[in-house]
């Protein structure tokens, strides 16, 4: 079983070199070595949803997808609105806001300055030399998946959603 501070990186799907396809990365925040399975659904489900939609379902195979396993010590993210709106100690540092209680609408999910550190370092220690490319290549793709089942996320190039939430994806 994982631990605290270990890290693992699964290919969900490969369809070709790294070099030529849009990789796209599946960080999770806030699932405990205990819920590395939780985790795993909620990349499943999340997959699912975005291979069952356009342009995602035709693109499908310029894509490789990784899933990189980062136990953290808390389980959740930080000034979760629904789930006691207190801070945790978890890789990524993943939170509804910067300081705790969150505002009860709050649906932002943002990394903390220390998990911003955090996601760059596991990008250029463990996922650009696995996949042979340089950590700020213009072909990867971060998506952050929080522990909770509060609705929540943000777009861009580090994407985060709820793993959870039946709306996340």
């Given amino acids: 079983q994982l631990q605290v501070g270990d890290v693992n990186i699964v290919p969900l799907q490969v369809t070709g ?3 030529d396809r849009l990789n796209l990365i599946i960080f999770g925040d806030g699932y ?25 379902r035709s693109y499908r195979y310029y894509f490789n997808v990784y ?4 136990p ?12 006691g709106n207190v801070r945790r100690d978890t890789v990524l540092g993943l939170e509804f806001a ?4 969150a505002d009860k609408l709050a649906r932002g999910i943002t990394y903390s300055t220390a998990g911003n550190t955090a996601r760059n370092n596991l990008l250029s220690q463990y996922v650009a030399p696995a996949l042979g490319l340089a950590s ?5 793709q971060t998506l952050a998946l929080a ?10 190039v580090q994407a985060t959603t709820s793993g959870g939430s039946p709306q996340g994806p």
Wanted: aromatic share 8%; net charge negative; hydrophobic share 20%.
């Fill in 98 to 101: 910067t300081k705790c209680p």
């Fill in 32 to 56: 405990t070595p205990q819920e590395m399975d939780k985790f795993h659904r909620d990349v499943e489900r999340n997959q699912n949803v975005q291979w069952s939609i356009e342009p995602f």
């Fill in 147 to 156: 522990n909770t089942f509060t609705y929540g996320g943000i777009g861009g």
């Fill in 72 to 83: 953290s010590k808390d389980s959740g993210i930080s000034c979760d609105p629904d789930d």
């Fill in 67 to 70: 899933m990189v396993e980062t």
């Fill in 17 to 19: 070199p790294p070099k």
């Fill in 136 to 140: 700020n290549s213009q072909n990867i």
